[in-house]
């Protein structure tokens, strides 16, 4: 935790408490606590899916059930399976998880391949997908880092709501920036343990659930200021829209099973 990227305090702690509070007057502490439970649930799905073992085994409707259960990735499961064929998915995750790199290095390769598809993907939707993989996965190993959490092209998201002003994520690439998300991720989840503000007994995915809620808090609050009455009628509600951001609004039906 000595990076020199990260010197002096890390994690704007009273505004997170505050962002904690704001999200407690409109969903649950028990509710934030399911959503967290079903990130473990998610977790299951893709280890049994992604494990050494069994990747290269990857049959397309389970390919197709995991990518559904990420956001970015939800409404372009044909057009990356149809894109890369499934043997390709399967060897561009093998790599993403398991290449003699870097996780940054194989999340930017990962990215690259993914965002390389062409204009049906969103820019960013590589390594959203590839940090989402390598997370659930791999809880304990890896961060989670998306668009939401943090998107370099435009300074926005969830994290720089939350650390210093001083604290400078975006580091030019891909690999640089994953790093430095990683490391101010660390410090988070060690803040929110001793401050409480994520969901308690749900490690890592506690951590999840309190960035989902700030960039919730964040949402609903510039949405209902900005779009008109009836427009607002239509805006999920906050708990729902925490799940819908970590891909766990509804589990496809192979993962039901699962």
Do not use: C
Request: charged letters at 25%.
């Amino acid at each position: 935790m000595s990076d020199p990227i990260l010197r002096g305090q890390v994690i704007d702690t009273p505004t997170a408490q505050e962002f904690t509070r704001l999200a407690l007057e409109k969903v649950s502490e028990h509710d934030l606590g399911d959503t967290a439970a079903k990130l473990e649930r998610k977790s299951a799905i893709f280890r049994d899916a992604f494990g050494p073992d069994s990747v290269m085994s990857l049959d397309e409707e389970t390919a197709t059930d995991v990518l559904k259960m990420v956001f970015s990735s939800r409404r372009k499961t044909k057009v990356i399976i149809n894109s890369l064929t499934l043997d390709g998915f399967r060897r561009s995750v093998r790599g993403l998880l398991y290449a003699d790199m870097s996780p940054g290095d194989r999340l930017e390769e990962f990215a690259s391949l993914i965002d390389g598809i062409g204009r049906d993907i969103a820019p960013g939707t590589g390594h959203d997908l590839g940090s989402e993989i390598l997370h659930f996965t791999y809880p304990e190993r890896y961060w989670l880092w998306t668009r939401w959490m943090w998107n370099p092209n435009t300074g926005t998201g969830a994290l720089p709501l939350v650390v210093m002003d001083e604290v400078d994520l975006d580091g030019g690439t891909v690999s640089e920036t994953y790093r430095r998300i990683n490391l101010a991720l660390s410090f988070l989840d060690g803040v929110g343990e001793q401050a409480g503000f994520r969901p308690e007994g749900h490690g890592v995915f506690g951590t999840d659930v309190f960035l989902a809620s700030v960039y919730s808090v964040y949402m609903y609050t510039t949405l209902r200021m900005r779009m008109t009455q009836e427009f607002n009628r239509i805006v999920p509600e906050l708990g729902d829209l925490v799940q819908r951001l970590l891909g766990v609004n509804r589990f496809p039906a192979v993962a039901e099973v699962a």
